[in-house]
DNA sequence: GCACCAATATAACAGTGTTATATGCGGAGC
DNA sequence: GCTCCGCATATAACACTGTTATATTGGTGC
């Protein structure tokens, strides 16, 4: 919480541009996907020219990139959103549903952040080591989260202490990711069978990363 | 092996050229990416004009179409080419492992594949229902191999009888494909940490599959 | 008020996929 | 063997795209 800083009021409608220009281009995504961005059609919508998008993020590609971001900051308040229930095992199982639920929700988004070609954006990667690409995601707070119920599952005892909660914490993502990849694409024929099939692959690797203490508590979470 | 078919040479000539447009494309899509494909470089590669795109497949989304079904053969290839062990468990395990390889070694291929924006193919849609859209990639070979490999683990009495293969495959295809989705992505720091990784998470959603008499079977496999 | 600088608008450039038109070549009928 | 028809092809135009060069405008500091 800093207090105002004494901002110009052209830096003011700089920053109102540069909003409405990441709402407007938002609205497109939503609407038509990725591809339906234009920066002609996006510069008209906002009654500008397309220069303002070179001033306000440098192209089209720094567009798009605050658009990941932005795309990382939903699904990070989805999973803030999840109830954390003092199990961390039912704690992580929300998480996963609230992914799903994002991934849902916000196809075009979820279709944005699992574009392999999507370079990505400066704010989101490490300082320190750039490579490899991915890796300033590990510090967001959508993976964070995840990452802290992991924690909880080890301190708890239903993980073992010997793992490491990174590798805990990507095999989870790799299946919950990789389902909400394939629902987005069609795999399954409606909502239901594909949910169903959801809770059964995140439950399948739930069960094989478990403890056997951890293992005997989960199974008296399915069965009640 | 069917007789040759009176094919006139015009025939043959057009089916030389899309042969010639595919494999220029391919080579386009390896080296560059799949946005590197542009009708009017491939046509002055292959010596001829844009219209012959538009005869041979109907345009580029047809050209598209053609390198995604050559992308599920080079699959099904890969995964033909594992060594089928008398062990439907080491076989399966075999499978996960030819699909990370096929990802690996056609990076371009892959990311076409996992492309949601991509429409399935007429000959990959399964005929009658032509919803959902990735339903017929159900029919192909490149999944029914897999399916074949859980169809014995069923039989063998390590996954149990009572679930359905589909959501068996399902699940172990959502984590693999999963993984190697993150791992194109740059996720990991380097290829040996990511195969570490690969192997947990498959390790894991076999684990949680598996009857107790599966599991046994499994960890004198791994303890091995 | 004036000078300067940044942001903008206009327009041009180099591409893209697609389509309309015209040319030419190959196969069928006589 | 010749004619004629049809289809595949080439050329060129169209409607787009992102990017860039140029000129004009607008706000800020002096």
């Not at 920053?15 to 008209?44: C, F, W, Y």
């Not at 567009?63 to 932005?70: D, N, Q, V, Y």
């Amino acid at each position: 919480m800093t207090i105002a800083e004494p901002e110009t009021i052209a830096g003011k409608k700089r920053l109102a541009q540069r909003d409405a220009l990441l709402d407007a281009a938002s609205e497109m995504l939503v609407h038509g996907g990725p591809d339906s961005i234009s920066l002609r059609k996006l510069a008209s919508r906002v009654g500008t020219s397309t220069m303002a998008v070179y001033t306000a993020f440098g192209g089209k590609d720094g567009l798009i990139a605050a658009l990941f971001e932005e795309a990382f900051d939903r699904l990070a308040a989805a999973e803030a959103a999840a109830p954390k229930h003092d199990e961390p095992l039912l704690w992580l199982g929300e998480l996963a549903g609230a992914y799903r639920g994002f991934a849902l929700k916000n196809p075009s988004y979820y279709a944005l952040m699992i574009s392999a070609t999507m370079p990505i954006p400066e704010s989101l990667r490490h300082k320190e080591t750039a490579e490899p690409a991915a890796r300033g995601v590990s510090q967001h707070a959508s993976y964070q989260i995840m990452l802290s119920a992991v924690e909880a599952c080890i301190a708890d005892g239903s993980f073992p202490s010997e793992k490491d909660p990174d590798e805990l914490a990507g095999a989870l993502w790799s299946a919950v990711h990789g389902h909400c990849s394939l629902e987005l694409a069609g795999f399954y024929e409606n909502r239901e069978t594909a949910e169903k099939r959801f809770n059964l692959t995140t439950e399948a690797v739930l069960r094989g990363l478990l403890t056997p203490k951890g293992l005997e508590k989960f199974e008296s979470f399915t069965r009640g």
